[in-house]
């Protein structure tokens, strides 16, 4: 089952792999730079907040990562 959590170890993953912080990813994928911050995962009430499509498929395009690469990274 995919989780908030797995989505997120992913984008972290594809950061490190590629050798830049998750604020240093979203920047070069054109995001703001705090889009993936740790603080802006949950909501103030503590709501998951989960990434769009859109910036998963902006940072898999500026990885050059495929979508199986992505999948591999969150549940390994």
Do not use: C
Request: aromatic share 8%; no cysteine; net charge positive.
């Amino acid at each position: 089952m995919l989780t908030h959590d797995h989505v997120w170890r992913g984008i972290d993953r594809l950061a490190q792999t590629n050798g830049y912080s998750a604020s240093g990813l979203a920047k070069k994928a054109g995001l703001d730079p705090t889009a993936f911050n740790k603080s802006k995962r949950h909501s103030p009430d503590g709501k998951p907040r989960w990434p769009s499509m859109e910036s998963i498929a902006k940072i898999l395009s500026v990885t050059g990562a495929s979508l199986s690469e992505f999948e591999r990274l969150m549940f390994d």
